[in-house]
C-alpha cells in the first residue's frame, strides 16, 4: 500500500528526515517511535502533504500513485488521513457541517453519491457511540472549546466517518488520561480491517498495549535505527531511547 | 509538495461578473457642476420649488466645504466638474406598467439575476430598479399599496407624496451633515423612497437594486424610509457597475425613521466595480447612512456586506432618541487587491435605557487595507446605556492591514460599554487541517471565511444570506498563498 524510499525532508535550512526506507501492506499496522526531535511527527506530516516541508530526495508510492505529486487534498480524498497531534480550532464552522464536507468530498470523490442531512445523521449517530461523542460536541465549532481529550477523540471519529486506507495517528496519545486512551485505542481498532492499514506514531509504549502493532520502528535523528516486533517496544519501554541512540546502527526497514 | 502557490494564484484570475455595459440611448446633460445644472436635473425631474430651492441651498454650501482627509484611505483628487450628474435611458414615453420598460434595460436586470417581472421575481421580494439617475420598475407597487405600504421611487413620491418628501428630507441626515452628503443632496436623482403606516408588518422584503451603467456618471441616490408606529419592514439593497479604467463616485445618502414601536432592518450587499488586479478603475462610494430611532421601543438594524468597490467610505448610525431603542450594526467588509475600506458605524445614544450592539468583521487580503472607525456617544441624559462592540479583522497574506479606531464618548455614567477586539491570520494550518479532510484549498478558506463572517450572515434575509455568502467566496478568491 506504502512504499517509502530514502526521504529526505527539510524544514527551512534544517535537515530533518535522512533517508527513511518503509514499507507498509494493506492490514498492518506500524508503530513510529523515538524521542523528541526525531523526526517521527515530520514524516506524519509528509505524508499528509504539510506545505512546511521540502522534500530533497526520494519517492512514496501509495496504492501504486506517486504520493508526493499529489495534493493535501487529493491525498485525504484517496484515502489518507492523518489524526492530528494539535487539532486547530475553527471559529464559528459548525463541527457536523464541517464533517458532512469532508465524508462527502470524499465520496463525490469516489463517484458515490453524496449523503443528505438525515443519512449523514445516521452514520454520525452510528459512529458516534463509538467513540463517545455526545451531540453537543456536534454542535459545537470544530475543536472549539473542546478538551485535550474531545480534541483527539474528535479526531478518531472523523477517521472512523472517513474510514481512510492508510491512517496515520500522529502522537494521538499525547494528553489522554487512561480512559480517554482506550475510548481512542477501541475507535482505531474497530477500523483494523485487512484492506487498511494503520502507522501509530508516538513517543510512549503505553498506546501499544491497546493498538497492538505488527510492527516497530526506531526513529533517530532522521532514520529510522531499529525496526522489530511489537516487543521491541516493550524492551524500548525498559531500556530508555538512550539504549537506541548510542548502540544501534542504521538499518534498512 | 508545498501546497502549491501556483495554484491559489491562478484561482485569483476570475473576473468581476457584473463588469459588462449596456448600449442604451441615453439622455445625458454635459459634464460638471453649476447652479443651471442643478435647475436642469430639478426640471427634469419636474420638482416643486421648495425642493429646487433645498438642493440650491445646500449646493452653495457645499461651495464652502473641504472634501474630508481624515479617513485613512488614499486616492487621487477628484475633478468634480468632470463628472455627469444626471443620465437615465431615453424613455418613448410615460411607463405605465413594467412591459413598458426598455427592453435592453429590462435585459441587464435580467443578466444581473434582477427579473423584473413579477412573477419570476423570488417569491415575497419586491424591487425598485435603479439604472444610472433614474429609478426603472418598482415591482409589487398594487400589492403593497393595497396594505396602505407606499413603495416607489423618491421621484415620484415627491410628485405624489410631497408632504411626506418635505417633512422627513433631511431630518436625519441634513443637507449640512458632511461635504457628500450636502453634495449629494445638491444633486440627488433617484433613489427609493417607502412609507409603512402604522401598525403593518410588510407582508413581503423591499429591495433596490442600483446599476450605474454610463460612463463619466456618478450616481447620487437618496432612500428615505420611514416606519411608522408599531410597524416593521426588511429592506435590501444591491448594486454592481460595469468594469471601467476610471473611477467613479457613488455618493448617496440613506435616512430611516423608525417610531414608537417599529422595526427597520436595512441590508446592503454592496459589489460594486471593485477595480482590477493592479488597482485601477473601481467605485468610489462615499455614502452616509444613518437611522433615528425617533419612537420609543424602536429598532434599527444595519447589516452589511461590504465586497466590491475600490474605496468604500460610510458609517451606518443610529440615532437612538427614543426611550429603550435599540440600534445594531452588523458589518463584513473584504478588501482584495487594492481595496480599501473605512466603514464602521455611529450609535448616538440620547434616550434612556437604549441599548446598542455593533459586530463588524474586517476581511483583508492581497494589498487590501481594511479600516474599522466606531463612535459610541452616550448623552448625559442616556441613563443606563448599554453599547456591546466587537471587531475583528482576518488577515489573508502579508501585504495586507486592518485597522480599527473606536472612538467612544460617555457623558452619564451610568453606561455601561464594552469592547472586544481580535485579530487573526487565517492559519496556513487550518487550511491544512481542512485539506487533509480532502476540501479543496478553494472549500477550505471559503469555510473558515463564513465561520468568521458567521455572526454577521445570520442576520441578513435568508434568500440574501446565501448570496452573501457566494459573494464572498468570490471576492476572495486567489488570496490565499
Redesign the interface.
Known amino acids: 500500500m506504502l512504499d517509502i524510499k530514502n526521504l529526505q525532508v527539510r524544514a527551512e535550512d534544517k535537515e530533518i528526515l535522512k533517508g527513511i526506507d518503509l514499507h507498509v501492506d494493506a492490514g498492518e499496522v506500524h508503530a513510529i517511535m523515538g524521542p523528541n526531535g526525531s523526526g517521527k511527527s515530520t514524516l506524519a506530516r ?1 505524508l ?8 530533497t530526495a526520494g519517492e512514496i508510492t501509495y496504492e501504486g500513485q506517486d504520493l ?2 499529489m ?3 487529493e ?3 484517496e484515502g489518507v ?2 489524526a ?1 497531534q494539535y ?2 480550532e ?4 459548525n463541527n457536523a457541517y ?1 464533517l458532512k ?2 465524508v462527502n ?2 465520496r463525490k ?1 469516489l463517484g458515490q453519491p453524496e449523503l443528505d442531512a438525515i443519512e449523514f445523521m445516521q452514520l454520525v449517530r452510528e459512529k458516534a457511540k463509538l467513540l463517545e461523542i455526545d451531540q453537543q460536541m456536534l454542535s459545537r ?1 470544530v475543536n472549539e472549546g473542546f478538551s485535550g481529550g474531545e480534541k483527539k477523540r474528535n479526531e478518531i471519529f ?1 477517521m472512523a466517518l ?1 474510514e481512510p486506507k492508510l491512517s496515520i495517528l500522529d502522537e494521538t496519545d499525547s494528553g489522554l488520561d487512561i480512559d480517554a486512551l482506550k475510548i481512542v485505542a477501541n475507535g482505531v481498532n474497530a477500523l483494523r480491517s485487512p484492506d487498511r492499514a494503520i502507522i501509530v506514531v508516538t513517543h510512549y509504549q503505553r498506546l501499544l498495549n491497546y493498538i497492538v502493532p505488527d510492527y516497530v520502528h526506531v526513529l533517530s535523528a532522521g532514520r529510522i535505527v531499529k525496526s522489530g516486533g511489537k516487543e521491541l517496544a516493550l524492551e524500548l519501554e525498559e531500556k530508555g531511547y538512550g539504549w537506541i541512540e548510542t548502540g544501534a546502527e542504521p538499518v534498512r526497514a | 509538495m508545498s501546497t502549491s502557490t501556483e495554484t491559489i494564484e491562478q484561482l485569483a484570475t476570475r473576473e468581476y461578473k457584473y463588469g459588462f455595459y449596456t448600449d442604451v440611448e441615453t439622455e445625458t446633460i454635459p459634464k460638471g457642476l453649476s447652479e443651471e445644472i442643478i435647475r436642469m436635473i430639478s426640471e427634469k425631474k419636474q420638482e416643486p420649488d421648495w425642493l429646487l430651492e433645498w438642493r440650491l441651498k445646500a449646493y452653495r454650501l457645499w461651495l464652502t466645504m473641504k472634501e474630508p482627509t481624515w479617513q485613512n484611505v488614499k486616492y487621487d483628487p477628484i475633478n468634480y466638474q468632470d463628472i455627469v450628474y444626471y443620465s437615465a435611458p431615453k424613455k418613448k414615453k410615460a411607463l405605465n406598467s413594467l412591459d413598458e420598460v426598455d427592453p435592453e434595460v429590462k435585459r441587464t436586470f435580467d443578466k444581473l439575476g434582477i427579473p423584473l417581472e413579477e412573477q419570476k421575481l423570488l417569491a415575497g421580494v419586491a424591487v425598485d430598479a435603479v439604472f444610472d439617475s433614474v429609478s426603472v420598475a418598482t415591482t409589487f407597487r398594487e400589492k403593497l399599496a393595497s396594505v396602505g405600504i407606499i413603495f416607489m421611487s423618491f421621484s415620484e413620491a415627491v410628485r405624489e407624496h410631497p408632504e411626506l418628501v418635505k417633512k422627513y428630507l433631511g431630518s436625519v441626515v441634513p443637507y449640512t451633515d458632511n461635504f457628500f452628503a450636502t453634495l449629494n443632496s445638491a444633486v440627488f436623482s433617484d433613489g427609493s423612497f417607502v412609507y409603512i403606516p402604522k401598525g403593518v408588518r410588510c407582508p413581503m422584503e423591499l429591495s433596490t437594486y442600483f446599476r450605474i451603467n454610463a460612463k463619466d456618471t456618478g450616481q447620487f441616490e437618496r432612500t428615505l424610509i420611514i416606519a411608522d408606529e408599531g410597524a416593521y419592514v426588511s429592506y435590501l439593497e444591491g448594486c454592481t457597475a460595469p468594469m471601467r479604467d476610471e473611477n467613479q463616485l457613488h455618493a448617496a445618502v440613506v435616512e430611516l425613521v423608525a417610531h414608537d414601536d417599529a422595526t427597520i432592518k436595512y441590508s446592503t450587499i454592496q459589489n460594486w466595480y471593485p477595480g482590477d488586479k493592479e488597482g485601477k478603475g473601481g467605485i468610489y462610494n462615499f455614502v452616509t447612512k444613518r437611522g433615528m430611532c425617533a419612537g420609543r421601543g424602536s429598532k434599527i438594524t444595519w447589516t452589511q456586506v461590504e465586497t466590491g468597490s475600490a474605496i468604500t467610505w460610510k458609517y451606518p448610525g443610529c440615532i437612538l432618541q427614543g426611550d429603550n431603542s435599540i440600534g445594531e450594526f452588523y458589518s463584513v467588509a473584504t478588501t482584495n487587491n487594492w481595496q480599501q475600506a473605512d466603514t464602521g458605524t455611529k450609535m448616538i445614544h440620547l434616550g434612556k435605557n437604549t441599548r446598542s450592539t455593533i459586530v463588524s468583521k474586517g476581511i483583508s487580503a492581497g494589498h487590501g487595507q481594511n479600516t474599522y472607525r466606531g463612535l459610541v456617544r452616550v448623552g448625559k441624559k442616556a441613563k443606563n446605556a448599554r453599547n456591546y462592540s466587537q471587531c475583528d479583522s482576518l488577515l489573508i497574506g502579508d501585504k495586507c492591514g486592518a485597522h480599527t479606531f473606536p472612538y467612544l464618548e460617555i457623558r452619564n455614567t451610568s453606561a455601561r460599554v464594552e469592547h472586544e477586539a481580535s485579530t487573526s491570520k487565517i492559519g496556513e494550518d487550518q487550511i491544512f487541517y481542512l485539506r487533509q479532510r480532502g476540501l479543496t484549498l478553494e472549500d477550505a478558506v471559503n469555510m473558515i471565511v463564513s465561520g468568521f463572517c458567521k455572526e454577521v450572515f445570520r442576520e441578513l434575509p435568508m434568500e440574501f444570506a446565501v448570496e452573501a455568502q457566494k459573494l464572498l467566496s468570490v471576492s476572495l478568491e486567489g488570496s490565499v498563498g
Open positions: 509528509v499528509a502533504g504539510h506545505p512546511e516541508y521540502q522534500v508526493l505529486d495534493d493535501p487534498d491525498r485525504a480524498r488521513f492523518m492530528f487539532p486547530v475553527i471559529a464559528g464552522v464541517f464536507a469532508a468530498a470524499k470523490h465549532a472523523q472517513l
